[in-house]
């Protein structure tokens, strides 16, 4: 099992001390960093500016917003970044959802599944240098009866193939990401309920006559160190209540949806009630220590060290971590304590 370490989004927490970060995560031998886009910073800028001061961790787009760019825009952004950075590039996609997409980018969240397998396939065909033509439900290329016409990257890029991860959360999603992508890219991740989720995935490979090896499973697990794990998982109470109860409507919220077949069903309709009125300190509190237990890694390095053991056996292959403290230093000391907890695993190579 491999480490990244995920940044989030510019006004997270991280902000300038995201270099820092970044620096000290490739030279403890990190294989990845990863960049979040929502609707404020953008990943492409922090990602180049990441790439232009590392030497050898990849830079990854966790997500670049598939409404948010044509697939020939986010192509050439890839290969470019890919270039720069001599072939560190992992480019991760994903849909957003119905509120970003429409309110911010003014793109109808109809189809979203649909609308990902004509955006992959125009991404891999303008990688791969062909002339690309597409005619589709969503994408058609060249437009018809104009001037347009079939173009290709007018540049080689360093790599013939570069990996392309979905971020995804419900089970045809899942599916989807096994049959068209390189790797998964997964939030709220909990080993006790993984094995649906790598079922549905591996439904998806089996359509390409595909297994799991080599497709790289990547959950995103924020990281608190300390004595008392209860007290670890206040840190993250208020960021589980914005996805349970915030991210979406109450008809159409994926994270809410992914904690109740988690088995959360109670307290994600307690959670969702409770920040949609407003009570955001009251719908913090009534996340269940066991939703937060599950997906992040909490308490003493000996205790992170046995949940590791148990994220690898789940099918794990890089774990991508966010190291929540007050200070630079302490979010430092979270880098290198990690990289050493995955270097000291039974199965790390």
């Known amino acids: 099992m491999e480490i990244g370490l995920n940044l989030g989004y510019w ?100 189809k979203p599944l649909a609308r990902t397998r004509e955006y992959v396939a125009i991404v891999r065909d303008a990688l791969a240098r062909k002339k690309v033509t597409f005619d589709g439900d969503f994408f058609t290329l060249p437009l018809p009866n104009g001037p347009g016409k079939a173009l290709a990257i007018n540049f080689p890029p360093v790599r013939e ?67 008392d794990p209860h007290m670890c998982a206040n840190a993250l109470r208020a960021n589980s209540a914005l996805y349970i109860g915030g991210m979406g409507s109450r008809e159409k919220n994926f994270y809410n949806q992914l904690a109740v077949r988690m088995g959360f069903d109670e307290a994600a309709a307690q959670v969702q009630e409770l920040f949609l009125d407003g009570k955001y300190k009251e719908a913090a509190m009534a996340v269940p220590f066991e939703f937060i237990d ?34 630079l230093e302490d979010r430092l000391k979270v880098v290198r304590l990690m990289g050493d907890l995955v270097d000291d695993s039974p199965d790390a190579a």
Not at 187 to 200: K, R, W
Not at 300 to 320: D, H, M, N, Q
Request: glycine share 12%; with cysteine.
């Open 11 to 110: 006004g997270a927490g991280n902000d300038a001390s995201n270099i820092a970060l970044a620096l000290e995560a490739d030279s403890c031998g990190y294989s990845s960093v990863w960049v979040a886009e929502a609707y404020g910073s953008d990943a492409v800028t922090i990602l180049s500016w990441i790439g232009a001061q590392t030497s050898t961790i990849d830079l990854g787009s966790a997500v670049f917003q598939i409404p948010a760019r044509t697939p020939a825009n986010v192509a050439m952004t890839a290969a470019t970044l890919d270039a720069l950075s001599g072939g560190r590039f992992r480019l991760g996609l994903g849909v957003s959802g119905p509120q970003v997409s429409e309110g911010w980018h003014g793109v109808r969240f109809d």
């Open 161 to 227: 193939h570069l990996p392309i991860y979905l971020a995804a959360i419900g089970p045809k999603n899942l599916e989807l990401c096994g049959e068209i992508a390189d790797g998964w890219l997964a939030i709220f991740y909990s080993p006790e309920y993984a094995g649906e989720q790598h079922e549905a995935i591996a439904r998806g490979r089996a359509k390409i006559g595909k297994t799991m090896d080599g497709f790289d499973v990547v959950p995103t697990l924020p990281v608190v160190v300390g004595d």
């Open 294 to 327: 599950q997906t992040s890694l909490l308490g003493s390095p000996a205790r992170i060290s046995e949940r590791l053991a148990a994220y690898e056996a789940a099918g794990v292959t890089t774990i991508s971590i966010t190291p929540v403290a007050e200070s």
